[in-house]
């Protein structure tokens, strides 16, 4: 069949296909039928014509069928090998048109998806590929299933086919090798599954071919593979061990065994099973006056395999153990690094616990966060998860959903030493927390500072958002007291650890106005209202009080222009009036300097203004709330126009 496929496939009409399948043939690659045996069709050549793939002359792989632009139609395997494999083409196999464009470099499109699936883009062309009717694929085994191109994959994975067929047909011819070759057929089924990364249907047909002859060791083989492509680890090891029992000098269980172990996390284990397999491989050790043994081919290239895996898992397990040393002595930046090499190398959720732990020492908390969530949903037994899970809530000030993880996680294993550490830290934290608070509405702010300090020193990473909220807390306490500049130097601490931290933001704007550098609170609450801060409604009030308290800043005094009381009376006021323009008065000033002279007749100017202004009760009310000459007359207009307003609607409803 090999032969007879090769000689198909070499007189095929188009040139470049022959020298692709010559260059294979020759690199040793063999023949790779990806799609489906043509001599298994049963539909016409008129219905099936258009779905043989040129590449490996077979009917089109049902779940990968691809179409070109030029709409000829491949296996998906056939195609991305042509495009992306020894040939490098750009053009079609069969009619040569480019399928990329033809500026572009090879290194632009590697990688890049080749047509499009059958299914999405030719959904009329994929239903009747669907209807092509074939045979079963043992059907050399005596199965005479016939059906639907589509319904072949449920057919072989079907709990209730073959297996009966298979005991009916070795009773029948007395033969006992026909199990081991319907279990061979199924094998070279789920062989072609694995290829097409359809590991689940895989695992069914090995499972199935191993219930038809469990005495085969490959099918377990097998099968560990495809479980240890999904993840399933503890299934690959049981099949593994299976393997090893029945050929102890097959390297093949070993290595997966041991990879199945990494991805674990249980690195020691790993490299147990591998010098076990090289001591099985290579046999007893040689007498002491004997020469050292010489291996064949086969057995030395097994023991160099063995060898070069168990160096892997060694290098890896060097680095998790320099991980976990940093991490224990607090260099949470080598930690991360290390343990996160060894997260490139295994999935574990231990390992993934560490690496959290670590990027919480940093005081990074988001990816803290996302994955112990994902640990927790698919291992919720594991208490380290809740823990870590546990911190990362906390560093962002979630103290009460901090708390209950913890606790949960102590209930599932009370001697878990890091969830107890973590929960004697989160009820420190509680404590100090409640105490700065309680201080706080009894006003004693050197005790909310004094505790704040504490809580800070207490090791909480500076890149937390839960450092930022401290230091935020003890800026307040220093501004309530009067210490404005420590206020400012937390508040800027705070806002470098956590960008968008409010409080300190709000905070550093009292202690700017209350230093008189209002200029300065306007820039700083600009710039926040050009960023996140435009959709706060705290933050843009708090920039309409920065602009105001600015304006405040630059207005006339009018009362001590006027040289009165802020609690003068209207009489008093056109009295101090009166007396202040005689004393200004330009003939008053003869006989001073230029710049005398031009600030009294600039005072001379404002008494005018600042008389309108203090003996109008509604501005002048206005005045004494801080608002200036502009912002008064504004307010007064408004005022002026809503009054005709409301008169102008009541005017209509007069009665005469």
Not at 49 to 78: K, M, N, R, W
Not at 264 to 280: H, K, M, V, Y
Not at 547 to 562: I, N, P, T
């Amino acid at each position: 069949d090999e032969l007879a496929h090769t000689w198909t496939f070499m007189n095929t009409r188009e040139p470049d296909l022959r020298t692709y399948r010559v260059a294979k043939l020759e690199s040793g690659f063999g023949v790779a039928a990806m799609g489906f045996e043509t001599s298994l069709v049963l539909s016409s050549a008129e219905h099936t014509s258009e779905f043989v793939c040129p590449i490996c002359v077979q009917l089109v792989d049902y779940e990968s069928a691809t179409i070109l632009p030029c709409s000829h139609v491949f296996c998906g395997a056939c195609v991305s090998e042509w495009f992306h494999g020894p040939t490098n083409s750009r053009v079609c196999p069969v009619c040569k048109s480019n399928v990329f464009g033809s500026n572009e470099s090879s290194a632009a499109i590697s990688g890049r998806s080749l047509g499009e699936p059958l299914k999405t883009a030719n959904p009329l062309a994929f239903r009747i590929l669907n209807h092509v009717r074939v045979k079963c694929p043992l059907n050399d085994q005596g199965c005479r299933w016939e059906g639907d191109y589509s319904e072949v994959n449920g057919h072989l994975t079907s709990s209730s086919a073959h297996t009966a067929e298979t005991l009916r047909a070795s009773r029948a011819s007395g033969a006992a090798s026909s199990c081991e070759a319907t279990a061979l057929a199924l094998k070279d089924q789920a062989n072609a599954q694995f290829q097409a990364r359809n590991f689940q249907d895989a695992i069914k047909l090995y499972s199935k071919a191993i219930s038809v002859c469990p005495s085969l060791p490959v099918l377990r083989l097998n099968r560990a593979a495809a479980y240890l492509m999904l993840g399933l680890y503890a299934e690959c090891i049981t099949d593994c061990d299976a393997v090893i029992v029945a050929q102890p000098t097959d390297p093949k269980p070993y290595v997966r065994k041991s990879k199945a172990q990494v991805q674990r996390g249980q690195f020691s284990e790993a490299g147990a099973t591998l010098e076990a397999g090289i001591g099985c491989v290579q046999g007893p050790p040689p007498a002491y006056d004997s020469p050292p043994p010489q291996f064949d081919a086969g057995r030395a290239a097994s023991l160099a395999s063995l060898r070069e895996e168990l160096d892997k898992v060694r290098a890896v397990q060097s680095i998790h153990d320099a991980g976990i040393a940093k991490l224990e002595c607090g260099d949470f930046g080598d930690a991360a690094r290390l343990l996160g090499e060894v997260l490139t190398q295994c999935e574990a959720s231990e390992i993934q616990l560490l690496v959290a732990r670590a990027q919480l020492g940093l005081g990074a908390c988001d990816w803290a966060t996302r994955i112990t969530l994902q640990i927790v949903r698919r291992e919720p037994r594991n208490s380290t998860a809740y823990a870590v899970r546990a911190e990362a809530l906390f560093l962002q000030g979630e103290f009460d959903d901090a708390m209950r993880l913890v606790r949960q996680g102590l209930k599932l294993n009370p001697d878990d030493n890091y969830a107890k550490k973590v929960f004697k830290k989160l009820r420190s934290f509680q404590r100090g927390m409640a105490e700065a608070k309680t201080a706080g509405e009894a006003r004693i702010f050197d005790v909310v500072i004094a505790r704040y300090t504490e809580l800070i020193d207490h090791g909480v990473a500076d890149k937390a958002p839960l450092y930022a909220t401290l230091l935020a807390e003890r800026a307040n306490g220093y501004h309530r007291l009067g210490r404005h500049e420590d206020s400012l130097r937390d508040c800027s601490r705070a806002i470098y650890a956590k960008d968008d931290c409010r409080k300190a933001w709000l905070t550093k704007r009292l202690a700017l106005h209350a230093l008189g550098r209002h200029e300065e609170a306007v820039q700083e609450m600009s710039k926040l209202m050009q960023g996140w801060g435009q959709n706060d409604a705290t933050v843009r009030h708090a920039y309409q009080q920065a602009d105001f308290e600015l304006r405040k800043s630059k207005r006339c005094d009018y009362y001590a222009l006027m040289q009165c009381k802020r609690v003068a009376s209207e009489r008093e006021i056109k009295a101090a009036y009166r007396s202040r323009a005689l004393d200004l008065h330009p003939d008053k000033q003869a006989g001073k300097s230029a710049a005398e002279q031009a600030k009294a007749e600039a005072d001379f100017k404002l008494l005018g203004e600042a008389l309108e202004i203090l003996t109008d009760p509604m501005k002048r009310q206005l005045y004494d709330e801080g608002y200036d000459k502009a912002a008064i007359d504004e307010r007064v207009a408004a005022a002026h126009r809503a009054a005709r307003s409301n008169d102008n609607r009541s005017g209509g409803h007069h009665h005469h």
